[in-house]
């Protein structure tokens, strides 16, 4: 009988493990990413704090272990618009490693900060001739030496870029050239250089004149891997536009528009609030696109508008819930979405903490679960082969029973290590790591 997992295990959890009711709003994460060697793995909560994880070189298949945690971001007020600016993070994005140092951008609502992560050397005095013993005078002066007492690591913010975007921040991607990082909220796009953290460039503005005409909002945005003057970004619409810079210094007129056409007759009150796109990705090639709406992970070939190449039905079974879910707001959720290395598999969340893996060469659909039964399952070991028939089986079942899932429970946040088979994923405020044997 073939692994309907198709080898994908659980492989680590970190943070409390106790009862969701008992969580603590601000230990919620809301940010996941590997770094592009994927030794490293960044987390970003509703607190603020950033916490980094290092690959674990002494364990034999992909495990890792606390770096160094630190707070990102504070809650701030706006006086001019009497708002509350919280310190949630809702992107990190890491920079190349160019030296010994790491740097990554990590964003709240308004401002982006540059952090740079290193190792640093705590020396201590360990010679000098004061203070001798017994009052012994020593006749040579002893110059004092400094020696290696502790290597601690600190969390340095080298630039912090503020005050250039009216609306919430949703994505911040940096450019393949290593110089220039986008940022996007719900109306316009930034360009910034990394180095100038008092100048950004406006390079798509889609405010309208009367704010009574705005259609549309910004959702998600990206540079293209490979070539550093494309860059693309999602509408709440559906449309994903690929953009130019080498056109024009204002992006208004996009190179490439992928829409795919609503069929009138599914057409519904939910219709334009499902199809908005919460996240997209490029593939490592730069050419293919992912997206995920509320139903569907679409993957669009670069060459092709018309249409997507692949529509995988996330949500279906959701359909007739969809006036419930309007009410309890679950249907605003936004589920991020990547591809693995090699882009031959996709990977995005679901409720009740299960999340998809799915094959686009095979079409093999992996539905998982990221929840106490995964580590107790590891835990038990021998007990699982016996049951795992039963348990494998009823898993899809239980994804599909509509009344038996969990919309407080919610895998929204996902990576994809860079060079082999491990995810990692947000499960409230738990990280979990499933890595494929």
Not at 24 to 49: C, M, P
Not at 140 to 165: E, F, G, S
Not at 402 to 415: G, P, R, T, W
Request: hydrophobic residues 35%; proline residues 2%; negative net charge.
């Amino acid at each position: 009988m073939s692994d309907p997992d198709n080898g994908w295990k659980f492989a680590q959890c970190f943070g409390d493990k106790g009862e969701v009711e008992d969580v603590t709003e601000a230990d919620i994460i809301s940010a996941v990413e590997f770094d592009d060697t994927g030794d490293f793995l960044a987390t970003g909560d509703k607190g603020g704090r950033v916490v980094l994880f290092e690959r674990n070189e002494g364990k034999k298949g992909c495990e890792y272990k606390f770096y160094t945690e630190f707070q990102s971001h504070e809650p701030e007020f706006d006086y001019l618009k009497s708002l509350e600016i919280e310190e949630k993070i809702n992107k990190i994005r890491w920079c190349k490693r160019q030296n010994a140092a790491h740097f990554l951008l990590s964003t709240n609502d308004k401002t982006i900060k540059l952090w740079k992560v290193f190792e640093k050397s705590i020396k201590v005095v360990s010679e000098t001739s004061v203070g001798e013993p017994n009052g012994i005078v020593n006749r040579h002066l002893r110059l004092p030496k400094m020696v290696h007492h502790d290597t601690m690591i600190a969390a340095i913010p080298r630039k912090i870029y503020q005050n250039a975007h009216a609306y919430h921040i949703n994505s911040i991607s940096v450019n393949s050239d290593g110089e220039t990082y986008l940022s996007a909220d719900d109306l316009r796009i930034n360009l910034w250089n990394l180095n100038i953290s008092d100048q950004s460039f406006n390079i798509v503005d889609i405010k309208p004149v009367n704010m009574e005409e705005l259609t549309e909002v910004i959702t998600a945005a990206e540079f293209h891997p490979v070539h550093c003057n494309m860059f693309m970004y999602s509408s709440s619409k559906g449309t994903i536009k690929i953009n130019d810079m080498r056109m024009s210094a204002l992006c208004d007129q996009h190179a490439k528009l992928f829409e795919e056409e609503d069929d009138p007759q599914n057409k519904s009150f939910f219709s334009e609030i499902i199809s908005s796109i919460s996240d997209l990705k490029f593939s490592r090639d730069g050419r293919y696109v992912l997206s995920r709406d509320y139903l569907t992970l679409k993957i669009w070939d670069l060459n092709m508008e018309t249409r997507p190449v692949q529509t995988i039905a996330i949500h279906d079974h959701l359909r007739s819930k969809l006036c419930d879910l309007y009410e309890n707001d679950c249907i605003f959720d936004k589920f991020e979405c990547t591809f693995s290395g090699n882009g031959e598999n996709v990977l995005t969340g679901s409720y009740s903490n299960f999340f998809h893996i799915f094959d686009t060469k095979s079409k093999n659909d992996v539905i998982l679960q990221a929840d106490k039964s995964a580590f107790k399952a590891k835990r038990v070991g021998s007990t699982k082969n016996k049951s795992s028939g039963q348990r494998k089986i009823s898993r899809r079942e239980d994804f599909m029973n509509v009344d038996a899932l969990d919309f407080s429970k919610k895998i929204l946040h996902a990576s994809w290590h860079p060079r082999e088979n491990t995810i990692a994923l947000a499960a409230t405020n738990n990280l979990f790591l499933f890595q494929q044997s």
